[in-house]
């Protein structure tokens, strides 16, 4: 009788020890599934994760459009208790990066079936698209990784699938229709397709015929060739409109053998911001690295770095840089009045693929460079990008080392270094003795 209670107080821990085990199984994050029966509807697609044993401190989740031309991402939606929370595309995109912070800890240990954003889309097309799920951070509240499993979501387009035909002897199958002057060309956008400059809207060839290239006109002065690789076109364009009008879009659809011309007449419009005071003298200017980022002042979108922006009212401004593949950055100045800027600076773009706890954008102090020359009138270029003619001040310089060529008529060309110290002045003296000159150098 003892040894037989024995054994049961053994099996019972034995279950007590195995349950739990049982009971917690591993973490999935799905992606939800939707049928959209009419091309241009929309719908809202959340993303789950089904339990979280141990909370969830943030993640870094990317979601692709296996199938553009069939349905695009128009939004992110990202739940309440995220913090520090960023979407690096502007839409419609077939590629989303989504970051998000639970500093809070309201996802708390032992939830389930927590939302951790949802996206919404637009169908441009019939077909299936499936959208894939990349984790490139998921922490617990312990700053763990998570290891979940990932379901993709599938969304269908049009009314169903119309069932394939089966031939017969008595009804053998048609040969393809060779394209012998049948190309109707024809796309469609996915909304907006209106909005503040600079706006960004994306095309979809929906021609007729078996045309496989394509030229797109977007009216702005720029324009787009692609084609089709083995039956699929191999990019429908997203085109960036920057100026401020009414645009129409011409797309012409051929083959060798025929073509054709379609034309929506203002189908885009694009509104000036609404742009901070100007007649006044305050100075604004900013530089990048990488070169090429739209630079926002409360929210007036005024073009891509390096940029000099004069005229504005002395006040504070939200000045944010935005750049495809890099974090936003955003900071506030105050500008002022006067001859001289009141913000002279190169902000380090940061990349996405940065982790938690990197989130620091570093900031450059910057110099300038005085040159003067005797006789004046020299022509200087820094680092082969030409500056202007002595006697030159050149602002907004990295610290380090650059290189400087001057030229004149009538003396030898010459090359030599020069040092930029942050926040200081470079002054460097060039007395010239033809055919050569000499140089004195100062840092003020």
Known sequence: MIQTKHNLCILMLMLALTIPALASAAPAITVGSVTIPVIGETATIPVLLTGADTGVAG???????????????????????????????SFPASVIDVTAVDLERVVSPG????????FSISAV????????????ELTDDAGDAVQASITPGMVHVGAG????????????????????????????YVPPNNGFAPLKVMFVDLSTGLPDYFEWDFGDGETFVTSVVNGTVVENPSHIYRAPGTYSVTLTA???????????????????PNVPG???????????????????LNGAYFGLTPIKITDLRPDYYQVRLKMDGFRDWVRAYEIGSGPYPSCRTTVAMQPLYQGYGQHAISEYPEGSAYIVSYPDNVTVSIDDQKMGATDLMVTGLLPGEHTISLQRDGFANWTDSLRIEETRTTMQVYTYEEPYFKKTSTIL
Not at 69 to 86: G, K, N, R
Not at 111 to 118: A, N, Q, R, V, Y
Not at 162 to 178: G, H, K, M, R
Request: glycine share 4%; charged share 20%; net charge negative.
């Open 278 to 296: 100007k007649k006044a003298t305050g100075i604004f200017q900013m530089n990048s690295h990488p070169q090429g980022a739209e630079v926002y």
């Open 59 to 89: 993640y870094q989740i990317q979601v692709t459009s296996s199938s553009p031309d069939v349905a695009v991402i128009t939004a992110v939606d990202l739940p309440d208790w995220s913090v520090m929370s960023e979407v690096t595309e």
């Open 111 to 118: 939830m389930t079936d927590i939302e951790l954003f949802s």
């Open 161 to 188: 699938v119309p069932p394939t035909p089966q031939n017969t002897p008595e009804q053998p199958a048609e040969p393809e229709e060779l394209a012998t002057g049948s190309i109707e060309a024809a796309f469609t």
């Open 254 to 272: 051929s083959n060798n053998t025929a073509s054709d011309i379609h034309t929506e007449k203002d189908i885009i419009t694009v509104t000036d």
């Open 125 to 136: 097309g019939e077909g299936d698209a499936q959208f894939f799920v990349s984790v490139t």
